[in-house]
């Protein structure tokens, strides 16, 4: 896929495993009306700072899902104003 204008397209995270090995559900997360995911394009006109693999923390509200039908991906293309932050493993 590629991205156009500002938006990018980020694959969703739909569940988060812990160090432990305990898997938690999109709905346990402690920053409501959030998700998660990786960047797998981004747009020519997408002014923030953000690249291809970057961890983000975006709206739940927002954006347009896709479903692969084969492989079972789930993408959101998303408009860069609906970002909230990058994860960094610094």
Do not use: C, W
């Amino acid at each position: 896929m590629k991205a156009i204008k500002n938006k990018v397209i980020v694959e969703v995270q739909d569940t988060k495993k812990t160090e432990s090995g305990i898997i938690l559900p999109d709905n346990a997360r402690t920053i409501k009306n959030t998700r998660e995911g990786v960047v797998v394009a981004v747009g020519d006109k997408v002014e923030i700072d953000v690249q291809i693999g970057d961890q983000v923390i975006m709206t739940n509200n927002y954006g347009y899902d896709i479903r692969d039908k084969e492989t079972g991906q789930h993408f959101i293309v998303i408009e860069e104003e609906f970002l909230l932050a990058v994860i960094k493993d610094e």
